[in-house]
């Protein structure tokens, strides 16, 4: 059974920053492909940044520039730190793993407000 925990989601003023943090507890983490998503009510569940096994990166066009993705593989960690945090960004965001399956976390909520 995978399971994905993320962590690290609030509330933030526009221009602020956050780290996000997912926890992976399955075998041979290094095989995975790593995203994170991002969902607002009524809308469709978004890309926002992949990391491959290899570790090369892919980002949304909104937030290149903003986001970064990484992985630890010792931790079975992968994290998206974001800056120039601006209320567009407001959601719930997801983290997938991607193998032979796909596997979904349960989502920590971002709110950037004044």
């Known amino acids: 059974q995978v399971q994905l925990v993320e962590s690290g989601g609030g509330l933030v003023q526009p221009g602020g920053s956050l780290r996000l943090s997912c926890v992976a507890s399955v075998s041979y983490f290094g095989l995975y492909d790593m995203g994170w998503y991002r969902q607002v009510a009524g809308k469709e569940r978004e890309l926002v940044a992949t990391?491959?096994?290899?570790?090369?990166?892919n980002y949304a066009d909104s937030v290149k520039g903003r986001f970064t993705i990484s992985r630890d593989n010792a931790k079975k960690s992968v994290y998206l730190q974001m800056i120039s945090l601006k209320p567009e960004d407001t959601a719930v965001y997801y983290c997938?793993?991607?193998?032979?399956?796909?596997?979904w976390g349960q989502g920590t909520l971002v709110t950037v407000s004044s």
């Open positions: 990391i491959t096994r290899f570790g090369s990166t």
């Open positions: 997938n793993a991607k193998w032979t399956m796909d596997y």
